[in-house]
């Protein structure tokens, strides 16, 4: 009996560990698998909210964050430059921009843009929170602190 609730209890851990795993998988025209995951609110200021991601391009091997900043008050603009993160250890992270692109999703505006990650930034995600990000809008910064979801990269980054 105890061996069944073991192995009852090693089932249950692992259904509740991969139920927080809820990736997206795109198979490419360009021959390129695309593991993503939906963006989560991270920051949310007056007029507009930010979203952040992981994907992994599975050809490659090679891990990205994505931001999704939706527009409410103010007109939409691309991502022009860098994302900086400031995390719980003591070292920030600057990721360099690889795309930006405007889309409407649902009637509404929203920039998508994915920052690459080398390995140092990777294993630096995913052990520390998400304290601060910062991008660059048409010249200007913005980002704020964060204050939702501030372990999403590290669980996304542990469930690829």
Do not use: H, W
């Not at 990650?117 to 601060?132: A, C, E, H, Y």
């Not at 204050?147 to 996304?156: G, P, R, V, W």
Request: charged share 20%; proline share 2%; hydrophobic share 40%.
């Amino acid at each position: 009996m105890k061996n069944y609730l073991i192995i009852i209890m090693t089932l249950l851990v692992n259904v509740i560990a991969n139920a927080q795993c809820d990736f997206k998988i795109n198979n490419r025209p360009d021959g390129n698998t695309i593991k993503y995951f939906n963006p989560k609110p991270v920051i949310r200021q007056s007029n507009y909210e930010v979203g952040a991601a992981i994907y992994k391009n599975e050809t490659t091997n090679k891990f990205m964050v994505g931001l999704s900043v939706l527009f409410v008050g103010i007109k939409p603009m691309d991502v022009t430059g860098d994302l900086t993160i400031q995390n719980t250890s003591q070292k920030s992270i600057v990721l360099k921009l690889i795309n930006s692109n405007q889309i409407k999703m649902n009637g509404r505006n929203l920039t998508v843009a994915l920052f690459e990650l080398d390995n140092l930034s990777t294993k630096i995600l995913k052990s520390n929170s998400l304290k601060t990000l910062f991008f660059k809008m048409n010249g200007n910064i913005y980002g704020a602190t964060v204050t939702e979801n501030k372990s999403i990269l590290i669980n996304e980054l542990n469930c690829l």
